[in-house]
């Protein structure tokens, strides 16, 4: 399939641990997104990459949420030492260039976050 | 502060009939706006856009209408078919190419047969 892909679909983890989440953008897209959306709420943007830097960190919650992006393609978001709060689904977006909306952004299915 | 809102959780429409969901911003330098609609269990997909310079923009069932003075948009779906039945979220950019898309809420739609 040529789509965006996420692993793992779901991810259940224990309050404390730390958590990998992993990004697939589709082949030549430069720019690659991060959301959450918690339940009953909508996405919250957490980072976006252009390339392998990311120009706008500004929705990462804490600095227990880093994410990087590597060769221009696979991107994954860590999140150390979990919390309850943490539960969530993590969406993952890539577009064909560009950070605002003048390029569509194709999404993941997610990757759905329970903290126990 | 919710710069994006959209005010009613969850709709319901006969299908045939027409589907509006409302959308509002206060950021007045959004420039350009987005429908996405979302499944269960999958990730959301692109519907429609506008940018600012227009008020409608249309597509097959779909039209989106924006009110600039207002800072209103609302997405338009006529008919209503049962495959309409998804989450709508409304999302809005500035102009530049490094600007992010803040999303609002969503809305459930469901479109009982």
């Known amino acids: 399939g040529a789509g965006v892909s996420q692993s793992p679909s779901n991810k259940v983890t224990e309050k404390g641990k730390d958590v990998e989440l992993r990004c697939d953008p589709i082949?030549?897209?430069?720019?690659l997104y991060w959301y959450r959306q918690s339940l009953g709420q909508g996405l919250e943007f957490l980072i976006y990459?252009?390339?392998?830097?990311?120009?706008?960190k500004s929705g990462l919650p804490s600095d227990r949420f880093s994410a990087e992006r590597t060769g221009g393609s696979v991107s994954t978001l860590t999140i150390q030492r979990t919390q309850q709060e943490d539960s969530a689904v993590y969406l993952c977006?890539?577009?064909?260039?560009?950070?605002?909306?003048?390029?569509?952004?194709?999404f993941g299915p997610g990757t759905r976050l329970t903290v126990l | 502060d919710q710069q994006v809102k959209q005010n009613s959780p969850s709709l319901s429409v006969q299908e045939g009939r027409i589907s509006i969901l409302n959308c509002d911003y206060t950021?007045?330098?959004?420039?350009?706006f987005l429908w996405y609609k979302k499944y269960p269990a999958e990730g959301p997909t692109f519907l429609i856009s506008?940018?600012?310079?227009?008020d409608k923009n249309e597509d097959g069932r779909f039209t989106v209408f924006l009110n600039k003075s207002a800072k209103h948009l609302s997405l338009h779906i006529v008919p209503s078919q049962p495959g309409d039945s998804a989450v709508y979220f409304c999302?809005?950019?500035?102009?530049?190419?490094?600007?992010?898309?803040?999303f609002g809420p969503g809305t459930s739609l469901s479109v009982i047969p």
């Open positions: 977006a890539s577009s064909l260039a560009g950070g605002g909306a003048f390029h569509e952004q194709f």
């Open positions: 506008i940018s600012s310079i227009k």
């Open positions: 990459f252009q390339g392998n830097s990311a120009p706008d």
């Open positions: 950021n007045s330098m959004f420039d350009y």
């Open positions: 999302a809005a950019s500035g102009e530049t190419s490094y600007d992010k898309v803040i």
């Open positions: 082949s030549g897209h430069t720019a």
